[in-house]
């Protein structure tokens, strides 16, 4: 089998953990070995583009923690038809290891927030969103503004 390689791929735009060291005192292991423990909590990426952000959905499929969001756009003429969109998007996801075998969307929550993009100026569509979260085997609606 062949592998494809990249350097420093998993950099996340936003992380968000809960530091499990008892005190600043608590800072060295054993024997003068720096003691790190903490658990990831939130991790989030965005991207502006509205044609490659699926690769940011795969990317938090492989990521454990327990709220992961993923930003995204749209043009604003796909409004209506997200739902089409995300279940292609899940059509494909629960081909990889990451659904399949460790069963990644069972064990947090993920959620997939939709931007207008391609708005031609029209000020009152911009920063408008639509969130989706993953509920057994599909995106639904959570809210939108």
């Given at each position: 089998t062949k592998y494809q390689v990249s350097k420093e791929y998993y950099r996340i735009d936003l992380t968000a953990w809960k530091q499990l060291r008892k005190s600043e005192k608590?800072?060295?292991?054993?024997?003068?070995?720096?003691?790190h423990l903490w658990d990831l909590e939130v991790a989030v990426e965005?991207?502006?583009?509205?044609?490659?952000?699926?690769?940011?959905?795969?990317?938090?499929?492989?990521?454990?923690?327990?709220?992961?969001?993923?930003?995204?756009?749209l043009p604003i003429g796909q409004r209506d038809n997200h739902k089409a969109y995300l279940d292609k998007i899940t059509e494909q996801i629960k081909e990889t290891k990451a659904v399949k075998e460790y069963e990644s969307l069972k064990k947090g929550e993920f959620m997939i927030i939709i931007g207008n993009s391609n708005c031609h100026g029209n000020e009152k569509e911009f920063c408008r969103y639509k969130a989706y979260v993953f509920d057994k085997d599909k995106f639904v609606l959570s809210g939108e503004i």
């Open positions: 608590d800072k060295i292991l054993y024997n003068g070995f720096e003691k965005h991207e502006n583009s509205s044609v490659s952000w699926m690769d940011e959905v795969v990317k938090l499929l492989h990521i454990n923690c327990p709220l992961r969001v993923v930003i995204g756009y």
